[in-house]
């Protein structure tokens, strides 16, 4: 009971992380049809860019609260992301709207590439430690149990509250309309009066803002950062997306969160339901077989619209 | 004469929609047979459970006396059904030539080992592909465009195209999906010869289209639809006088109407 | 006429234009000598041609599947990966000290000869292919290129944790002691003497590399050129239409795939024997994408555009670490040659999409436009 419930804490948290992902692939997906490959590596500079905001900050006044790094570390970080985000889309994906379905995928693994090997010049290949920000607080949820930290009650906490700002966003605001409009049909929103290029330009915003997050909370949570840290953590929140139902935000965020608990559980069972043939250096795979079997059996994913295909 | 082609209760539902609902079809061997029927009647469903692109819910397929099972698409044009698209699907990046060359592929045989080792038996056959392509080509008209990429042809050569294409696959019956779309008065006069000319081969054809005119002089008998049912069938002096049709194209009874 | 269109139409040739034939057994003869030409600067030069020679066999394989049949495989490295540990397991100790029942049998440990080994690796690819092509027929363009990636990953893992209760790949430590080239008394690891003149071990394996690149070429060709060739074409225009005209698709892409694999499980098998040693770092992810960009840059569905891509892509890394030999010192390691190498690599597949998207030497447009429709 006890690996269960402990296990489950940490799919909770690796879902939030991946649920926050997901919804930036999600939302560029349905409003654009681009599978952003490079949305992981967003993660990554999202998480690096705090790493040097928070050590410079720590160096700089060893006094400072955790807290306070924190507070001026992640809205850098945001701000960063969501302004490589913008440069990237109108630079590399704009002009390539209307190409061949290959070219802006190319495009995208050409981005992430680009932006990993800049990653390891600014900050050399190495990993590094993330600065102990959060304290290292640990409550027990039981006694002798399992345990859950500060930092992923924050996880938790954070992303509820910012997965409900961004429902109401979505649905109460001018630009959630214009963003759900463009997304079923662009030509007609934009005889509405929406301009395409200005919603495409909030997507990627928000997606970005997201990223940084969640890289942040990656960086908190498992204490380093790396260059190599996004690309797979990104394809399996494109996964989750995936799962969820592409397009469909509610689908990010439960594919996400399924998608954790999975791997969560995985990692923790599989040793021993198999004997200690396959371990849980496996898992990494589970995310890939998730989606071959998602998209072999239920294409349109968890919460996806059976659409008929009508010729 | 059996009848070429010979359908009975075809029935499709789409979720909500029952699309067709029991629809009857004679074609007669060498005639062109004309579907017709208001927006929305299931022409177009029909037309795609014929040719495999929907499963059926119900109802039993006769070709040349033979049953066969709408299952997949490329079977159903093996079997000798070949049909064109209503918005015209073409291999942009490849010739005219190469296009109606691919419609040889199901009456062929080379593969991977004959194309590697180019023997013989490879070597007649790509041969005899080329030149029945090219012959078809000239046979609707288009033979001078032979090496130029499909995209880069006007709209109505790209229909020829893609007839000279459907018929490179030898087939029984001619399925067209709206042929005339989007044509001028001399484009569809040019269509109907060509539509006259390979009913004049001997081969059977199947149309959708709305062009009433074209349909009733082309046509050697017409069936139409409307709700996923078939309201009558005949010849096109025969259907235009029906009651039933004339009420679903203009929506009111015959006797309201002032002579 | 420019180079490239005189060039490109050698490969449009049709039997019978024997002159062009005649200008590329010229090059191929040409290519030859190229080595002897380069030994005298260092034999790693021609080390890394004949590396550049296995990726051109790559390339030529990815481009039958994404450049005709236009499926896009980013996973393709775990056909390469599959026909090295090929050679792994059946020319060197590793199964006979690790598998007891294998020592029974053959105390000496395997040393299957590389002529059978090749054809060997080319058909258990080829099937490979079509196990991990079969799940992807239905799936879209940019969902098939996810999950052949998430293929390419799954067989990585495989590759890497593979030791325990049986171990058969070695895990990250790979395998090596795999027995080099041997053709009858030739011995690829050992320089050719004849009378005065010694032929390097590496020109031996560059030559024999080079003939399989001119036979692959061959292939890709005749393949393109053909029925088979117009069909997956016909699949990557328009597969609905294709199938319309009778095209089975679902046996045409598993074809494809089949046949690409093999092109991958041929170099895999050669480059286990060139380098005596195989691991799960030479079969990474950065590889898939390294050859497709090389398909894609160099000329998607081209097969001189390919053969451009690949030489270009496979031997710049090299170029670099030569000339970039200093950088690392002076800007403080953050620059060294596989930083630069990714950096250029992702600015080429930026810069090519944005301006040159159909690649550095795409087929010619030899159809033009067509005229205008006369109205009779």
Redesign the interface.
């Known amino acids: 009971m006890d690996t269960f419930v402990q296990q489950l804490i940490n799919g909770l948290v690796l879902g939030c992380m991946y649920a926050l992902v997901a919804l930036g692939y999600t939302m560029v997906y349905g409003i654009i049809g681009l599978i952003n490959f490079a949305h992981g590596d967003v993660l990554m500079i999202g998480a690096l860019v705090s790493y040097s905001v928070a050590t410079a900050l720590m160096e700089s006044s060893p006094n400072l609260s955790g807290w306070l790094a924190l507070a001026v570390a992640l809205p850098v970080s945001m701000g960063a992301c969501v302004g490589l985000n913008l440069l990237i889309e109108r630079l590399a994906y704009r002009p390539l709207r209307s190409a061949p379905r290959l070219a802006p995928l190319i495009t995208a693994m050409g981005v992430s590439l680009l932006l990993q090997a800049l990653a390891m010049v600014i900050w050399l290949p190495s990993p590094k430690p993330y600065p102990q920000l959060i304290p290292d607080t640990v409550f027990d949820v039981w006694a002798d149990g399992p345990v859950i930290t500060l930092t992923q009650l924050l996880i938790l906490g954070v992303t509820t509250a910012v997965l409900a700002l961004l429902m109401a966003l979505v649905l109460r605001t001018r630009l959630g309309r214009a963003m759900r409009a463009t997304a079923e049909n662009p030509q007609v929103a934009a005889l509405m009066g929406v301009q395409p290029d200005r919603v495409i330009a909030a997507t990627f915003a928000i997606g970005a803002a997201l990223a940084a997050l969640a890289g942040v909370m990656w960086a908190a949570n498992y204490g380093t950062v790396q260059h190599t840290m996004g690309f797979l953590p990104g394809l399996k929140a494109f996964t989750a997306a995936v799962f969820g139902g592409i397009g469909n935000l509610a689908g990010a965020m439960v594919g996400g969160l399924l998608l954790g608990l999975i791997e969560s559980m995985g990692a923790g069972y599989l040793g021993s339901w198999t004997g200690g043939v396959f371990g849980s250096n496996y898992v990494e795979i589970f995310a890939f077989a998730v989606l071959i079997a998602v998209l072999t059996l239920r294409p349109s994913g968890l919460l996806g619209e059976r659409v008929a295909d009508r010729a | 004469m059996t009848p070429l082609l010979e359908v009975r209760g075809a029935a499709k539902r ?2 909500g929609v029952q699309a067709l609902g029991g629809v009857d079809l004679r074609i007669d061997r060498g005639e062109v047979h004309g579907l017709i029927g208001p927006n929305g009647a299931g022409k ?1 469903t029909f037309f ?1 459970v014929l ?1 495999g ?2 499963p059926p819910d119900a109802g039993e397929f006769h070709l040349d006396g033979q049953p066969y099972r709408p299952g ?3 079977e159903v ?2 079997a000798g059904i ?2 064109t ?1 209503q918005n015209i ?7 005219a030539l ?1 296009n109606v ?6 009456r ?1 045989r ?3 080992l ?3 080792t ?1 023997n013989v038996a ?2 007649t ?2 041969a005899q ?1 080329r030149e029945r392509a090219q012959a078809l080509l000239e046979h609707v008209g288009i033979g001078h ?1 032979a ?3 499909a995209r ?3 709209y ?2 790209q229909r020829r195209l893609e007839i000279a ?2 018929l ?2 030898e087939p029984k019956l001619l399925a067209l999906d709206e042929p005339a779309a989007g044509m001028n008065a ?1 484009e569809k006069r ?1 269509l109907r010869q060509l539509i006259e000319t390979i009913r004049a081969d001997g081969c059977t054809v199947l149309l959708i289209e709305h062009d009433v005119k074209l349909v009733m002089g082309l046509c050697d008998r017409v069936t139409v639809l409307d709700y996923g049912l078939r309201i009558a069938h005949g010849t096109p002096q025969e259907v235009q006088r029906d009651p039933a049709v004339i009420t679903a194209y203009l929506g009111a009874p015959p006797q309201e109407m002032t002579t | 006429m420019n180079v490239s269109s005189i060039l490109s139409s050698s490969f449009a040739v049709r039997a019978g234009q024997r002159g062009h034939w005649m200008l590329l057994a010229g090059l191929a003869l040409l290519l030859m000598l190229v080595p002897f030409g380069i030994v005298p600067f260092g034999e790693g030069w021609v080390r890394i041609l004949a590396l550049a020679l296995l990726y051109v066999l790559l390339a030529l394989g990815l481009n039958i599947v994404v450049g005709f049949a236009g499926l896009l495989d980013l996973g393709y490295v775990a056909f390469y990966a599959v026909g090295a540990y090929m050679t792994a397991w059946l020319s060197s100790p590793h199964l006979s000290e690790h598998l007891p029942a294998v020592m029974a049998l053959w105390p000496n440990g395997l040393h299957v000869p590389i002529w059978l080994i090749v054809p060997l690796a080319a058909a258990v690819a080829a099937l490979a292919g079509i196990v991990l092509g079969a799940p992807t027929l239905k799936l879209r363009g940019d969902y098939l290129a996810i999950v052949t990636l998430g293929f390419g990953e799954i067989i990585r893992v495989f590759m890497n944790n593979l030791e325990q209760p049986l171990n058969l790949t070695n895990g990250p430590r790979g395998i090596s002691q795999i027995d080099p080239v041997r053709l009858g008394p030739l011995d690829f690891s050992q320089p050719l003497t004849l009378g005065s003149f010694s032929i390097p071990s590496v020109v031996l394996y560059y030559e024999l590399f080079l003939l399989m690149g001119v036979g692959a070429i061959l292939i890709g060709h005749r393949l393109e050129f053909s029925r088979i060739g117009r069909a997956w074409m016909a699949i990557r225009e328009d597969e609905i239409a294709a199938r319309a005209m009778g095209l089975n698709t679902r046996n045409l892409k598993l074809l494809a795939f089949a046949m690409g694999a093999s092109f991958g499980g041929v170099a895999g098998a050669l480059f286990g024997a060139f380098q005596g040693f195989v691991s799960p770092e030479s079969f990474s992810l950065m590889e898939s994408v390294m050859i497709v960009a090389m398909v894609v840059l160099g000329g998607i569905g081209h097969l001189p555009g390919v053969v451009l891509g690949a030489l270009l892509l496979a031997a710049l890394p090299e170029v670099l670490r030569y000339v970039a030999a200093d950088l690392r010192v002076h800007t403080g390691g953050r620059l060294d040659a596989a930083i630069l190498r990714q950096l250029l690599i992702a600015l080429a597949m930026i810069g090519i999409m944005l301006w040159r998207p159909r690649g550095l030497w795409p087929s010619p447009e030899r159809a033009r436009a067509a005229p205008e429709e006369m109205t009779p």
Do not use: Q, W
């Not at chain 2, 699907?89 to 010739?95: D, G, N, P, S, V």
């Not at chain 2, 060359?101 to 199901?106: I, K, L, N």
């Open positions: 789409f979720g177009t795609n040719t692109l929907y997949s698409v490329h044009t093996a070949a049909r698209f699907r073409l291999f942009a990046e490849m010739t190469e060359m691919v419609g040889r592929h199901v062929t080379c593969g991977v004959a194309a590697l180019r490879f070597r056959e790509e592909i465009l090496p130029f990429k880069t042809l006007s109505g050569d294409r459907a490179a696959t001399t040019v």
